[in-house]
Every structure is written in C-alpha cells, then in structure tokens.
C-alpha cells in the first residue's frame, strides 16, 4: 500500500522556522521525485518546492532563499526546512510522490505527482 505522511506543522510567529517531514512506502523511493505543495481556501494547490531522485531541487519564487528541500534514500523521507515564515506562507502543506519518468521537467506541477499525504496545516501568525 502506497503511504505519504506529513508531520512538523504547526503554529509559528513571522520570522520563524518550521521543519517538515514525508515519510513515505509502498513504492521504490529511489524512482520517485518529491514535492511539497501547499494550498489556501478557495486556491488552487501550489507547488513550493521539488527535489528529484538526483538531488536536484526546485523552488517557487516565493520561496526561494527561505525554504530548503531535501531527501533521504536510506530512510524513504524527504524534508522542507521553512525559514523567515511570512503569514502568506499559511496553508495545508502537502508532500508528494511522481514517478520521475511522468513528473520530468514538471517539478512543481500537481498534475504529475499521482501519491499524496493528507496534508498538514502551517499557520504563521502572531
């Protein structure tokens, strides 16, 4: 059974950091490229950033210098440190799973990321 789990949200004031962990199974990690969505009320779901079976990463502009996306093979997980969090950062945060032969050059397009976590909520307030 294929799984994707979020966890690390939460609460955290502007300027703050938060950590976010996928866990994953149910398929070969290796072959997979992982990406973090996140999606607001009446929006649609926004890719942040990306990071492929090579390493290579992806960012939004919104994001870029603030978050850091990464990946563990040995342990099928995959991490996106937020830094500096802006209240526009609010959302349910999603990780997902494509088969980097689907996703290519599509890093931050839902369309080719067919696994989903249920999503994990990251508020940033004061």
């Known amino acids: 059974e294929v799984q994707v789990v979020e966890s690390g949200g939460g609460l955290v004031q502007p300027g703050g950091s938060l950590r976010l962990s996928c866990e994953a199974s149910?398929?070969?990690?290796?072959?997979?490229?992982i990406a973090w969505f996140r999606q607001t009320p009446g929006q649609d779901r926004e890719g942040v950033a990306a990071?492929?079976?090579?390493?290579?990463?992806t960012y939004a502009v919104s994001v870029e210098g603030r978050f850091n996306v990464s990946r563990d093979g040995r342990i099928k997980r995959a991490y996106l440190q937020m830094n500096n969090l802006k209240p526009a950062d609010s959302g349910l945060y999603f990780c997902?799973?494509?088969?980097?032969?689907?996703?290519?050059?599509?890093?931050?397009?839902?369309?080719?990321?067919?696994?989903w976590g249920q999503g994990i909520q990251v508020t940033v307030s004061s």
């Open positions: 149910g398929f070969d990690f290796d072959d997979y490229d």
């Open positions: 990071v492929d079976v090579d390493g290579s990463t």
């Open positions: 997902a799973a494509g088969a980097t032969w689907e996703v290519r050059g599509a890093k931050l397009t839902a369309h080719f990321y067919r696994n």
